[in-house]
């Protein structure tokens, strides 16, 4: 006899997200019916060329806009507004350029625990993400892989349900890039978080996804959800599927 148990909810459900924006001449149609789930401790890339909604969505996901049809839910839940169950990593790193290493891991959690738990915390982030020698450094005086390192701690503290991911290595040279993508894979394996990462790059995308959401163009719609098994194989398809959109 059934025991009517319901399996628990992905950690992020995307249901039918569609989004236009008013031009000149009428309405562009950026996202069109976009559905598709993230498991707990699952890294999905969304990957397609540019324009294609990409970071509308992410944006979507993280409450800093509003879906014209569609709904964003995180443990089942309806969000539709900002929260820190969704924190985001730019490309820029956004850092308070004032503050030292340490006091911009610390910035956003402050008041959320006591002045001994956010030094702990903050001291574990630091040594989880190699910053610790240079707590003390202003971001002027540290490299842009490292800038971005603080920015990762900086939304770890705050344990998001989801780590939302907008091209965050773009900008960096393909040393600290392959740096920061290991660390990445090694965070999400210890700490079982949830990420949405948005790229337009296809090696970047196979090189650390569960899975690979593939984004057709304007008006943004999914053309292939493929999972990465063998990478050589995950590449040459992803390439294919890239070249005939």
Known sequence: MSLGLNPSPPTLSVK???????????????????????????????????????????????GLEAPDEGTVEVDG????????????????DALFPWLTVSENVAFGARGRMSKSELKSEV???????????????LPREISGG?????????????KPKVLL???????????????MQRLLLSIVKDLSHT???????????????????????????ISSIVTVEDQAE???RLRAIMHSL
């Open 234 to 236: 995950t590449h040459s």
């Open 16 to 62: 039918g997200i569609s989004k236009g924006f008013s031009e000149k001449g009428g309405e562009l149609q950026v996202l069109s019916d976009v559905t598709f789930e993230i498991e707990r401790g699952e890294l999905v890339c969304v990957l397609g060329p540019s324009g294609c909604g990409k970071s509308t969505l992410l944006k979507i996901v993280a």
């Open 123 to 137: 001291d574990g982030y630091l040594d989880m993400t190699g910053l610790s020698r240079f707590a003390d450094y």
């Open 77 to 92: 839940r309806a969000v539709s507004t900002p929260g820190s169950d969704r924190c985001v990593v730019f490309q820029e």
């Open 165 to 179: 991911m907008d091209e965050p290595f773009g900008a960096l040279d393909a040393q600290s890039r392959e740096a």
């Open 195 to 221: 990420v949405m990462f948005i790229t337009h790059d296809v090696a970047e995308a196979v090189a650390i996804a569960d899975r690979v959401i593939v984004m057709d163009r304007s008006p943004g719609r």
């Open 146 to 158: 490292m800038r971005q390192r603080v920015a990762l701690a900086r939304v770890l503290i705050l």
